[in-house]
Every structure is written in C-alpha cells, then in structure tokens.
C-alpha cells in the first residue's frame, strides 16, 4: 500500500537526520526543465500517465467528477468555457471573451467560432446552455451545483454568444465558469462513458479504476497544445509502484509524490520533479450533527491535540506549511493574517473537555492513503499528540477503492484533502456553505451563509475581502474540522518530456499536463 514508503512507526524515526534532510529539500529550488520551455513542441509519441485517486467508481459525468484519474482524463477530453491560466487568473478558452454588466449579475460570454466536438458536431450556444443545465435545479445531483445555484437563467442570444443572469451578483462568475465540473458537451448529451468534448485528445478505452486511452484530436482548435498521438492514462494507487514504473519508464508522468521521497528522486537523472505551490491542504473534517462533535468544545479539544509543527516538520520534508483550521492559504489575497495561529497544547485540549464534561475521550478517525500524501501517518501522528490531553484516537484504515464514494461524506470524521478554488468565494460555496454540495463537516451556519450571500453585492474587492477575513474566523472558531496543514503538489516526469510546467490551480499543470506536454524522443 501507500504507506509501505512512509514511517509506520513515528518513534522508531531517525528525527535529526530525517529533518536535516527535509530542511535541504525545502531550500532546493523548484526543478522542472526550463531549458524545455524554448524548445518547439514535438508531435507524436504515446505518452503514458500513471496516477492515484483512481476507483471502481470513477465516471466521466461532469457532475460527478472526483479523484485524479477521473478528473484528468475529463480535461483531456473536455474543454471549460474559461481556463485558469499559469498566473492564476481567468483566460479564455472556450469563451473568447466576456464581460460583467448590471452590478456583476449580468455576465455576456463571446464564444469561440469553429470549434468541433469529437462528433462532428460544432459548438455552440445552445451546448452552452444545455452543459451548465446539468448542473443546477431541483433535480441536479451535481458536485458543483452551489457553485451555480444563483443562476437565474442562460440564455441564447445568438449561436455565438449566451447571457447569464444570475439572482445575485458574483463577481467572480469567470473564476467559477473555470471549474472542471462546467465541461462543455453536446447538448442533450448523457452517455458519459463515451465522453464526447471539444478537447484536446477523443476517448477511446475507459475502465473505472483501471485505465483510459485517448487519441489526438486532429480538429482540435488549439494548435498550441495536444503534440502527442496518444495518451495512456493507467491507475497506480501505490506511491512505491508509481515511483517504479517513473523510474522504469512504463509511465512518463506520476503525481502524488511522497515528501520523503522527492529530495531523492530529485538526483535521479532519468526524472525532474515539478513542485506546484498552490492552495493545497488537508483536513480531517467531523460530522457535525453526530456525537461526540455536536459539542464545541469536543472539537476545540481536538483542534488543539495535533501537533502541527510536528506534522510539517517530520512528515511533509519542507513541502508543506502549517494550517490554521480555515481553507485560505496564505499566498491567496484574501486570506486573513489576523488569525492566531492555533498551536499545540495539550493543556488546552484538556479544560476543552472538561469543559464538556470529559476527562478523557475516545474517538475513531477513518483514513485511507487516497485521502491525501501522508494521511495515514498523520493520523497516526495525531493519536500520538492527542494522548497528552487525554484523547484515544482510534485509525480505522480503509480501502483506497471507494473511499470517496464510501468513506468520505458518510464516516463521523475522516481524512480528505482539498486542492483549493481559484477565488475564496468559491472554496466557501463548495465547501462551507450550509448547502454546498461537499459540506464535509455539514455544519450549517446561517450568519456564515447570509455574509457569504452579502459578499457577492460589493463590486469592491477590498469590502469583499473585509468579509472574507470573517468567514475564515469563523471556520477557524465553529467549524468542526482540523486543517494541520498546506501542502505543495509534487509531479515527477522522466526527462523526455518536455514542457510541463506548474499551474498554481491544481496539480498536474491544473490537470492539462497530456495538452501541453511533448515527447522529445
């Protein structure tokens, strides 16, 4: 399994040597091949990825998409009307251009003319309409529909052009068109094992949870992206098998490197590492309306049993930062300064239960190596922590197979991790907000929704950003869940390919990686 690379036992940790190599990692400079980056683009070759979070209940729906497997072959396959690009703002894709009107609930979005889905058929408004359908109403099961639940209605205003009108203003409606849930798809289409798109490369094979091919779109209407002939994209959910077949060279690319391991795949000279500093963070979210997390203080007992330093320190090899039990990294503009950082501190778990009427406590986490790099170690870390303050952690390991569809959303309190959202707006409507569709805690907070709601009115981002520092404070008070930490996506690639660099999205070039690289040989 995943963790076969990763300590099993904390005490038996060469701490001093481990740390002094994680404090040269973390003063390593980023390695990716910069030299590749002038080079013209190659076409042809078979490129072959093999990547984690792949499972039996993989799909290609847009509305469901979750895990790494799934979610990169969709961007292979599809297009978004907007794209995140490499400096982290909205660029067009689909969408050629756009603009905001009537206090930002009007948005007008110019289509691009000539693009083809892989059927012949040729995109337009209409397929526009029917895609972002899917993904709001009263019987939409999409992931992503609080994202779009203020969608007053789309309208065709020509083949070329369509008209959002929202109920509320959102001005970050371009940042939340990018999300990898709006693929664009014929209209009135549904045989999502098929997936038809206008992206880079048409689906060929899809096995859930086992692999997916996908050849070059000869119509494609990007001429400077999708080189390679095929792309092969294999589940490998063991981090040791996936390191093997990088350095075998039966895959091209891999993510979801182990910390530990990245200073020393760094001196491989068949491979280079791509590190991406982006919004990454892990969390371990309780469910708020089952006990013992219905009490405040329970979870503030918690949040003050990990040693977060220690995690960072011993675990993350200098990839990762401290968190502070909200989801804002502190790279993002939004993100509130203001916060005391919460430290570990055993004392202070304690008056927590006692101040619930505990002396001690006994609490079961669920953690599978799919959840997030280091997730079993970190429970184990934490159980270790928490056994100062009286707290008995028992880790229920889970299968990688099914742990989202199983696990995750349906346990009491679990391991997940987030990649974060291009805009704070959006990582509060996926995740925080009483009725987001991934409220992993389902903690609903009515002041918490009702300042979120008021936000979206301020065409000013400074008055946008004052209520954001409160919704951070409060997650950081009254959200039942840890976030230990801030992490970095580590991607390994062997040397012939070129042209992968990092989006600070998402991982794996904001999952375009098989569009934008090339094969050298």
């Not at 509320?168 to 693929?183: C, E, K, R």
Request: aromatic letters at 10%; a neutral charge; one cysteine or more.
């Amino acid at each position: 399994m995943r963790d076969n690379m990763v300590f099993s036992s904390l005490d038996n940790m060469n701490r001093r040597s481990f740390i002094k190599t994680a404090a040269a990692a973390a003063l390593a400079t980023t390695a990716f091949p910069h030299a590749g980056l002038a080079e013209a683009p190659r076409k042809g070759g078979a490129l072959r990825l093999g990547l984690n979070g792949g499972s039996s209940a993989d799909t290609l729906d847009p509305t469901q998409l979750i895990g790494t497997f799934s979610i990169n072959v969709s961007r292979q396959v599809y297009n978004t009307l907007i794209e995140i690009g490499d400096d982290g703002k909205p660029a067009p894709e689909l969408a050629a251009s756009w603009e905001a009107s009537d206090g930002n609930k009007r948005w007008i979005l110019n289509l691009r003319s000539g693009v083809q889905f892989h059927n012949g058929k040729t995109f337009d408004a209409e397929d526009v309409k029917y895609s972002l359908g899917l993904h709001f109403g009263d019987k939409t099961k999409s992931k992503a529909k609080g994202l779009v639940a203020d969608i007053a209605e789309v309208r065709v205003a020509s083949p070329t052009q369509v008209e959002i009108l929202l109920k509320s203003p959102n001005p970050d409606m371009d940042y939340v068109l990018s999300d990898l849930h709006f693929a664009m798809v014929p209209a009135g289409f549904a045989d999502w094992p098929r997936a038809i798109g206008t992206g880079p490369f048409k689906l060929t094979t899809f096995q859930s949870g086992v692999r997916a091919v996908a050849a070059r779109n000869e119509t494609y209407w990007r001429s400077d992206r999708g080189h390679v002939d095929t792309v092969e994209t294999l589940v490998i959910n063991d981090a040791t098998a996936r390191i093997s077949a990088l350095q075998g060279g039966s895959v091209h690319i891999v993510n979801g490197i182990d910390y530990k391991i990245a200073p020393l795949l760094k001196k491989d000279p068949r491979a280079y590492l791509v590190v991406t500093e982006g919004k990454q963070h892990f969390s371990l979210p309780m469910d708020a309306t089952k006990e013992p997390f219905t009490n405040p203080d329970i979870v503030l007992a918690l949040k003050h049993a990990i040693d977060r330093e220690q995690m960072v320190k011993l675990l993350m090899a200098g990839y990762g930062r401290v968190g502070n039990d909200h989801p804002i990294a502190a790279g993002d503009p939004s993100f509130n300064p203001n916060i005391a950082q919460r430290a570990y501190d055993p004392d202070k778990a304690r008056f927590h239960l006692k101040k619930a009427g505990k002396s001690d406590l006994a609490v079961e986490l669920h953690v599978a190596p799919v959840a997030f790099e280091q997730a079993v170690n970190t429970a184990e870390l934490f159980a270790q922590s928490a056994k100062s303050a009286g707290i008995s952690i028992a880790i229920k390991r889970e299968p990688d197979d099914g742990y989202w569809s199983d696990v995750w959303l349906k346990k009491p309190w679990v391991a997940s991790f987030w990649a974060g959202r291009p805009s704070a707006s959006m990582m509060f409507s996926s995740v925080y907000a009483s009725d987001a569709p991934w409220n992993e805690t389902h903690w609903k907070n009515e002041s918490f929704d009702r300042k979120l709601t008021e936000s979206r009115s301020f065409a000013d981002p400074a008055k946008r950003r004052e209520i954001y520092f409160e919704l951070q404070q409060m997650i950081h008070d009254d959200c039942p869940t840890v976030v230990p930490a801030f992490a970095s996506w580590i991607d390994a690639a062997r040397k012939e390919v070129k042209g992968f660099v990092p989006n600070p999205n998402f991982l794996l070039s904001d999952h375009r990686v098989a569009e934008r690289v090339w094969l050298s040989t």
